[in-house]
């Protein structure tokens, strides 16, 4: 059974998201981009953060992938300008849906992104949008 997930992006001057919604590559068994990147204002996320991910989340298992997502027809410029100027957290939905995990990603020596264990907060669901937005606030820390 797949996990659930999807990526935002926070810019780092403008505080704006950008979520970015995955799916399942069923022949090789790891999630791929999917669809377009969509942009999320500062106070939007800060007033329905919760409501908009796990939105996004629930429809994880109804995609199916036929194109290429918008992210993937960017340039190599514009793929290295969205990295560099955001900073990325995964967010994926676990356990029956009873926690969410956010799990930011630091730059490594190559210049990619990995994510470690002891960075991961866990949200424990039901919780509010305060509690959430407060927390993934946290874990946008954690980036670098």
Not at 119 to 143: A, G, H, K, W
Request: charged content about 30%; aromatic content about 8%; some cysteine.
């Amino acid at each position: 059974m797949s996990i659930p997930g999807l990526d935002l992006y926070q810019h780092k001057k403008s505080g704006n998201f950008t979520l970015l919604n995955l799916v399942e590559n069923k022949e090789f068994g790891f999630d791929d981009a999917y669809g377009p990147l969509i942009p999320i204002a500062e106070d939007t996320m800060h007033a329905n953060g919760l409501e908009i991910v796990l939105e996004h989340l629930r429809e994880y298992d109804k995609r199916e992938k036929h194109a290429k997502a918008e992210i993937d027809q960017l340039s190599k410029q514009d793929q290295t300008k969205l990295e560099k100027n955001n900073r990325t957290v995964g967010v994926t939905l676990r356990n029956d849906g009873k926690e969410l995990w956010l799990s930011p990603t630091r730059k490594n020596a190559r210049g990619g992104g990995v994510g470690y264990e002891e960075d991961r907060i866990v949200v424990q669901m039901p919780c509010d949008n305060e509690s959430f937005y407060q927390q993934l606030m946290e874990t946008f820390v954690r980036c670098t």
